[in-house]
């Protein structure tokens, strides 16, 4: 049922686009929940068909090695884009370009374009800029020995 679900939504997105002729449905694919199963599969794929471009973006564990340096034999351009931590260091080795934890979020909103989105991301730069500011000024007063925080909120 949801590799059906998932080839009406290709292909009604290849006719929203104007261009139903493209869509094919071999292109369609389901290869296993498995998670190592699925990139035994995907790296077949990549070494037989050798993409030009790879993305990953999303969350990653174990696989993202495996991934990245398929796709780096294939000397495709990889772009990489996860917040998942331990994973960066094999997504900035192996990939072209990565998006390093926060800044997946800021391109997905930049290029979608949505105003609420941008508005979000713009929102949360200045709120942390702020916070740097107040941190900045509380750790200063701190050192010169002024007890600010206590003078202000003095629990009696």
Do not use: H
């Not at 034999?73 to 900035?92: C, E, R, W, Y």
């Amino acid at each position: 049922m949801v590799m059906s679900m998932a080839r009406e939504t290709v292909k009604e997105s290849y006719l929203r686009v104007g261009k139903p002729d493209d869509y094919k449905e071999d292109n369609i694919r389901y290869l296993t929940d498995d998670q190592f199963g699925f990139v035994a599969g995907v790296d077949g794929i990549m070494m037989r068909e050798r993409p030009a471009a790879n993305f990953y973006l999303g969350a990653f564990y174990a696989e993202s090695l495996i991934l990245a340096e398929t796709g780096f034999s294939t000397g495709a351009i990889q772009i990489a884009g996860t917040a998942m931590i331990d994973q960066l260091p094999f997504f900035v080795t192996a990939c072209d370009y990565t998006l390093i934890g926060e800044e997946l979020y800021a391109a997905g909103a930049s290029l979608s374009g949505d105003p609420v989105q941008l508005g979000t991301i713009k929102g949360q730069d200045v709120a942390k800029a702020l916070f740097l500011v107040f941190i900045v000024v509380g750790v200063v007063l701190s050192l010169m020995g002024i007890e600010w925080f206590n003078t202000l909120f003095v629990i009696q």
